[in-house]
T-cell receptor, first 116, second 112 residues
């Protein structure tokens, strides 16, 4: 498989559950991202990992916990979420920008999360 | 930090007409402006981008213009087709950074 794949595509969880979202990229990129997409809002950057080091953490609540075990895999661990956390969570990867490379973001198809 | 505003939020055009989507940004340090297209139920994909050292870039029916002084950039789609129907997102970024700031999106509908 090529590109960026996310699992699961759909997830329904209660507020007391613990679940994880998984992202895998097959593009040889060295940066991976988690974005949150809610209706009528901009894509919100949650976390960035560059060369497996977290470089951005945009004031995301601690109930979201990222993990990047290697440059091809990214997880988002979810714990005691709130209904307002229901959204589409998009993973993306890119290559470091420079030279002729623009650092284009390649997105996965997203994990649709519903918190009851 | 950067603030990107995008207008309109929805846009309907007749097939064959042109569509224009506009974005403004606040941080003069931003120098890279990509546009992403997201079809219904699909992932966002880059369609065109522009760096601040040029004022316009064109790729077939799609063009992007940039006015650095006014801090705004626009996406132009000519001879629209039904398959152009999608949500379009603009973004601003500092070329050497990892942070992309996205607009709120424009839902474009091309009416056959």
């Amino acid at each position: 498989e090529t590109g960026v794949t996310q699992t699961p595509r759909h997830l329904v969880m209660g507020m007391t559950n613990k679940k994880s979202l998984k992202c895998e990229q097959h593009l040889g990129h060295n940066a991976m991202y988690w974005y949150k997409q809610s209706a009528k809002k901009p894509l919100e950057l949650m976390f960035v990992y560059s060369l497996e080091e977290r470089v951005e953490n945009n004031s995301v609540p601690s109930r979201f916990s990222p993990e990047c075990p290697n440059s091809s895999h990214l997880f988002l661990h979810l714990h005691t979420l709130q209904p307002e956390d229901s959204a589409l969570y998009l993973c993306a990867s890119s290559q470091e920008r420079g030279g002729g490379n623009t650092g284009e973001l390649f997105f996965g198809e997203g994990s649709r999360l519903t918190v009851l | 930090g950067e603030n990107v505003e995008q207008h309109p939020s929805t846009l309907s055009v007749q097939e064959g007409d042109s569509a224009v989507i506009k974005c403004t940004y606040s941080d003069s340090a931003s120098n890279y402006f990509p546009w992403y297209k997201q079809e219904l139920g699909k992932r966002p994909q880059l369609i065109i981008d522009i760096r601040s050292n040029v004022g316009e870039k064109k790729d077939q029916r799609i063009a992007v213009t940039l006015n650095k002084t006014a801090k705004h950039f626009s996406l132009h789609i000519t001879e629209t087709q039904p398959e152009d129907s999608a949500v379009y997102f603009c973004a601003a970024s500092i070329f050497t950074g990892n942070q992309f700031y996205f607009g709120t999106g424009t839902s474009l509908t091309v009416i056959p």
